[in-house]
C-alpha cells in the first residue's frame, strides 16, 4: 500500500513540476488555509462579530469604573421683567452667572446603586429694581454635596447587562471557532477536488501514451500485412477517444481550480497547481473516548447553553413588568456663599436629602403572567434544542466511526484493485504485441487501468477527509492523539474569566 501511494505521489509530484515550469503557484493545503483564514467572508463576518461583542463587552466594564466630568458655563446673562405675586409688582431683574460643575459617579455593582460626589462652584451677580429701588448682590458660591441612588426589591440590572454581553461575546468566539472548522473541512474538500483533477489529467496522459504506442504498433502490423484493416481503424477511434478524455480531463481540472481559487478568495486568473501527500496510515478510533470528548468540547451544545441562559435572562425581564419596586435616594452636603472668595465657608449651611419612592402594581389583567408563561416555552424550546443536539452529536460521531471503517476496507480492495489491473494490462500488452487481442480489447484493459487507479486515489482521499470530519464532529485528532480547542477559545475563554 505504501508503495503505490508513493508511486501516486511521485507521478503527482511530476506533474506538478511541468506545471510550475509555466510559473504556477503550488499551494499545500496549509498554504491554502491560511489564504482561506485572511480571504474568506464568512471568516471576516465572525471576527467582525467577534470584535463587537468583545468591545461592547469592555465600554460596560469600562462603565464600572469611576467617571469623571466636568461642565463648565463660563458667562450666563439674562436681563428680564418679572412679576413678584407676594408684592403685587413688577420688578427688572439683571443676572450674570458663571459657574462650573465637577462630578465624579461610581457605580456600585453588588446593589446596582450609584454614588455621587458633585461640586458646583461659581460667581453671580444679581441686581433687582422694584419702584425704583435697586438691590443687588455680588457673590462667589460653592455647593459640595454626596449622593446615594438605590432601586430596591428588583434584580440588579447592571449585573444582567454584563452577564448577556458575556454570553454574547462567548457565542461569537464559538461561532468564529465553529466557523474556523468548517472552512478546514471545506478548503480541504476544494484542494482534494483539484488533486483529483490533476491525477485523472495525468492518468488520462498516461492512457494517452500507451494508446500512441498501442496504434503504432498495430499500424506497423497493417502495413506488414499480419493484421486486418479493422483492428487499424479501432486503433484510431481509441486514439481520438484517449485525446478526447485528456482534453475533458484537463477542462475539469480548470474548472475545479476555479471553484477552488474563488472558495479561498484567490484570483481566478492566477495559475496554480496543488501538491499533497495522500498516503494514509489506518487510525484506530476509540469510539466511547470519540463520543465522551464530541459531548465535552463541542461548541455547539455550549451554544444552546448560551442560549438556554439568555432564555433565563430575559425571564428575569419579563419577571420585572409591573413589579413592586422601590427607589432610594440620599444625598448629604454644604453649600455657602460670600463675596469674599476665602470667605464662602464661614456661614456653610448643610443641606440634606431624602427620596423614597414605590412602584406598587395593583391589577394587570394577567398580562405579566402571560408574558412568563410565554418566556417558559421559550426556554423549554430552548433546552429540547440542547437535547436534540446531544443526540444528533453522538449518531454524527458513531456514523464516522462506521464510515472510516467501511473506508478503510474500501482502500484495500481499490489497491487490490488497481495491482490486478495493471497486472492484467501488462500480460493483455503482450497478447496485443502478439496479434492475440484486438486493440478494442485492449483498450477495454487500458479503461479498466485507468479507472482502477482513480478509484484507489479517491478512496485514499475519501479516508483523509472522513478522519477529518471525524477531527470536527469529536474535537480530538486520534492520528496524533491530541484534543482539538480552537486557539481563539482558549484566549476567549481566559479573557471571560
Given at each position: 500500500?505504501?508503495?503505490?501511494?508513493?508511486?501516486?505521489?511521485?507521478?503527482?509530484?511530476?506533474?506538478?513540476?511541468?506545471?510550475?515550469?509555466?510559473?504556477?503557484?503550488?499551494?499545500?493545503?496549509?498554504?491554502?488555509?491560511?489564504?482561506?483564514?485572511?480571504?474568506?467572508?464568512?471568516?471576516?463576518?465572525?471576527?467582525?462579530?467577534?470584535?463587537?461583542?468583545?468591545?461592547?463587552?469592555?465600554?460596560?466594564?469600562?462603565?464600572?469604573?469611576?467617571?469623571?466630568?466636568?461642565?463648565?458655563?463660563?458667562?450666563?446673562?439674562?436681563?428680564?421683567?418679572?412679576?413678584?405675586?407676594?408684592?403685587?409688582?413688577?420688578?427688572?431683574?439683571?443676572?450674570?452667572?458663571?459657574?462650573?460643575?465637577?462630578?465624579?459617579?461610581?457605580?456600585?455593582?453588588?446593589?446596582?446603586?450609584?454614588?455621587?460626589?458633585?461640586?458646583?462652584?461659581?460667581?453671580?451677580?444679581?441686581?433687582?429694581?422694584?419702584?425704583?429701588?435697586?438691590?443687588?448682590?455680588?457673590?462667589?458660591?460653592?455647593?459640595?454635596?454626596?449622593?446615594?441612588?438605590?432601586?430596591?426589591?428588583?434584580?440588579?440590572?447592571?449585573?444582567?447587562?454584563?452577564?448577556?454581553?458575556?454570553?454574547?461575546?462567548?457565542?461569537?468566539?464559538?461561532?468564529?471557532?465553529?466557523?474556523?472548522?468548517?472552512?478546514?473541512?471545506?478548503?480541504?474538500?476544494?484542494?482534494?477536488?483539484?488533486?483529483?483533477?490533476?491525477?485523472?489529467?495525468?492518468?488520462?496522459?498516461?492512457?494517452?501514451?500507451?494508446?500512441?504506442?498501442?496504434?503504432?504498433?498495430?499500424?506497423?502490423?497493417?502495413?506488414?500485412?499480419?493484421?486486418?484493416?479493422?483492428?487499424?481503424?479501432?486503433?484510431?477511434?481509441?486514439?481520438e477517444t484517449a485525446k478526447s478524455s485528456m482534453a475533458s480531463a484537463r477542462v475539469s481540472l480548470e474548472n475545479a481550480k476555479d471553484q477552488f481559487k474563488q472558495y479561498i478568495g484567490m484570483d481566478i486568473f492566477e495559475e496554480i497547481a496543488v501538491m499533497t501527500d495522500v498516503q494514509v496510515t489506518p487510525v484506530v478510533v476509540d469510539s466511547k473516548k470519540a463520543i465522551e470528548h464530541g459531548l465535552a468540547s463541542r461548541m455547539e451544545l455550549r451554544q444552546r447553553e448560551i442560549n438556554i441562559e439568555d432564555a433565563q435572562l430575559t425571564l428575569i425581564q419579563v419577571k420585572s413588568m409591573n413589579e413592586f419596586r422601590g427607589d432610594m435616594a440620599l444625598s448629604v452636603g454644604v453649600s455657602g456663599d460670600d463675596p469674599t472668595l476665602s470667605q464662602i465657608y464661614d456661614k456653610p449651611t448643610k443641606s440634606p436629602k431624602v427620596s423614597l419612592a414605590f412602584n406598587i402594581p395593583i391589577f394587570d389583567w394577567g398580562q405579566r403572567a402571560a408574558q412568563i408563561r410565554s418566556q417558559q416555552a421559550v426556554i423549554n424550546s430552548q433546552k429540547l434544542s440542547y437535547s436534540n443536539q446531544n443526540t444528533q452529536i453522538k449518531l454524527d460521531i458513531r456514523q464516522v466511526i462506521r464510515s472510516l471503517s467501511n473506508l478503510q476496507a474500501q482502500i484495500s480492495i481499490a489497491m487490490k484493485n488497481q495491482t490486478n489491473s495493471q497486472l492484467t494490462y501488462d500480460i493483455n500488452l503482450e497478447r496485443f504485441k502478439n496479434g492475440d487481442l484486438t486493440s478494442m480489447d485492449l483498450n477495454l484493459f487500458q479503461v479498466q487501468l485507468s479507472d482502477k487507479k482513480m478509484s484507489y486515489a479517491q478512496a485514499l482521499i475519501n479516508y483523509k477527509l472522513e478522519l477529518l470530519n471525524l477531527k470536527i464532529q469529536s474535537l480530538y485528532d486520534f492520528t496524533t492523539n491530541q484534543p482539538v480547542i480552537p486557539e481563539t477559545y482558549l484566549k476567549s475563554s481566559e479573557n471571560n474569566k
Open positions: 500500500m505504501k508503495k503505490i501511494t508513493t508511486i501516486l505521489s511521485l507521478t503527482g509530484l511530476l506533474l506538478f513540476m511541468q506545471l510550475g515550469s509555466e510559473a504556477q503557484t503550488i499551494l499545500t493545503l496549509e498554504k491554502a488555509m491560511e489564504i482561506a483564514v485572511v480571504n474568506s467572508p464568512s471568516i471576516q463576518s465572525s471576527i467582525l462579530n467577534l470584535e463587537r461583542t468583545t468591545e461592547s463587552l469592555n465600554a460596560q466594564r469600562a462603565a464600572l469604573k469611576s467617571k469623571f466630568a466636568l461642565n463648565v458655563n463660563p458667562i450666563d446673562y439674562s436681563n428680564s421683567r418679572k412679576f413678584d405675586s407676594r408684592t403685587s409688582q413688577w420688578f427688572t431683574n439683571e443676572v450674570i452667572n458663571s459657574s462650573g460643575t465637577f462630578r465624579v459617579d461610581q457605580p456600585f455593582l453588588p446593589t446596582d446603586g450609584k454614588i455621587s460626589l458633585i461640586n458646583t462652584f461659581g460667581w453671580q451677580s444679581n441686581t433687582s429694581e422694584v419702584s425704583n429701588v435697586t438691590n443687588s448682590n455680588k457673590a462667589f458660591y460653592n455647593n459640595l454635596y454626596l449622593s446615594l441612588t438605590q432601586p430596591l426589591f428588583t434584580y440588579n440590572r447592571t449585573k444582567q447587562t454584563i452577564k448577556g454581553l458575556e454570553l454574547d461575546n462567548e457565542n461569537a468566539m464559538l461561532s468564529y471557532a465553529i466557523q474556523r472548522l468548517a472552512l478546514e473541512k471545506n478548503v480541504s474538500q476544494f484542494f482534494y477536488n483539484v488533486y483529483i483533477a490533476q491525477m485523472r489529467l495525468t492518468i488520462s496522459e498516461e492512457e494517452n501514451l500507451n494508446t500512441q504506442k498501442s496504434y503504432e504498433i498495430i499500424k506497423n502490423k497493417v502495413d506488414a500485412g499480419l493484421a486486418a484493416k479493422e483492428q487499424l481503424f479501432q486503433a484510431e477511434v481509441n486514439l
